[in-house]
């Protein structure tokens, strides 16, 4: 009896290990952690597109949007409008406020800026002087945004007074980052941002606002169409669009571990049809068992 147990054991931790790396750790996955992960998404080396494969990874569950000036956490995706959200952790919001370091985009990168409102914080007064290349940045006809936003009491992460001036504050619109593709708040004299998805039917409530850095993505000349359409197919089979190094191109990602050019019914198909001829040889070949029995048995009757 206990021989039995023991050997039980033994299989279950023979076997165990390896059902649970393989069940963890497809080659590419269609989540990361809350968020679906879709093409030109991928969660790692040899999904997706190579295009957006160094820029975007999921390291620990968490997806990322790596630039040349840090990690990003990747809040949500739209794949309807090519637009995602990212919240960099060192920006400020209506709840932490800190001095902040330059963010920027990669300019080989698929990303551009979206339509989020960036609030320059604690920038040497006064705002309204503020310029790049001799041109005023900040738009005076939204500074209520900025009396609004210094009504959180975190200003004081900033060195700032309770209630600073606001004249320290710049809605800086429309945003721009420079030739390194950064915003440089050094260079704008300021010591900290906060970016503003949506103002959620709260205008002048700064706690129920949206924060995080709006981004769009564009599909490159060769993502269009002709991928785009393979790519359809292979999610609709239950893969996962790829590309396999070292030419990057495109491969489907099943779910069993192969890859495929096409996608992933296209072996199901293949093997269904293996699956009937085998069927219909079984049963004629047991017709040809029962003839056989039963011209034996006449044999005999005979
Ligand atoms: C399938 O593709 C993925 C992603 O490119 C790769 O990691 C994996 O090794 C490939 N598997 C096979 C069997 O080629
Ligand atoms: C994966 O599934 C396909 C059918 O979709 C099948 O042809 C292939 O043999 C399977 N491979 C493994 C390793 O199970």
């Excluded at 050094?186 to 409530?205: A, H, M, N, Q």
Aim: one cysteine or more; hydrophobic letters at 30%.
């Amino acid at each position: 009896m206990a021989n039995h147990f023991s050997f039980i054991f033994f299989l279950i931790s023979f076997f165990a290990p390896w059902c649970c790396i393989f069940a963890i750790n497809p080659a590419c996955r269609t989540t990361c952690g809350s968020i679906d992960v879709k093409y030109p998404f991928g969660t790692g080396y040899g999904c997706g597109s190579p295009r957006f494969y160094p820029y975007v990874t999921c390291p620990k569950d968490h997806l990322l949007l790596n630039t040349h000036t840090g990690s990003y956490p990747i809040t949500s995706i739209s794949y309807t409008t090519s637009a995602l959200t990212i919240t960099p952790p060192s920006m400020s919001t209506c709840s932490s406020m800190q001095q902040s370091p330059n963010i920027g985009l990669d300019w080989a990168s698929p990303f551009e800026l979206g339509p989020s409102t960036f609030l320059l914080l604690s920038c040497t007064p006064p705002t309204s002087s503020l310029t790049v290349k001799g041109s005023p940045v900040c738009d005076t006809s939204s500074s209520h945004l900025c009396d609004s936003f210094y009504t959180c009491p975190s200003v004081i992460g900033l060195s700032l007074p309770l209630f600073p001036p606001s004249n320290t504050c710049c809605v800086y619109s429309p945003a721009n980052f420079n030739s390194k593709g950064e915003l440089d708040l050094r260079v704008l004299k300021c010591g900290g941002y906060t970016s503003i998805v949506s103002l959620e039917d709260f205008p002048t409530d700064p706690n129920q606002w949206q924060y995080g850095v709006s981004l769009k993505y564009t599909h490159g000349a060769f993502d269009n169409y002709y991928i785009d359409n393979k790519c359809n197919a292979c999610e609709e089979s239950g893969g996962v669009c790829g590309f396999s190094p070292p030419s990057d191109a495109f491969i489907c990602v099943c779910k069993n571990g192969t890859n495929s050019t096409i996608q992933c019914s296209y072996f199901n198909i293949d093997y269904q049809g293996d699956e009937d001829m085998f069927g219909s040889s079984a049963s004629s070949s047991t017709w040809t068992s029962w003839l056989g029995i039963l011209g034996g048995m006449m044999l005999l009757y005979m």
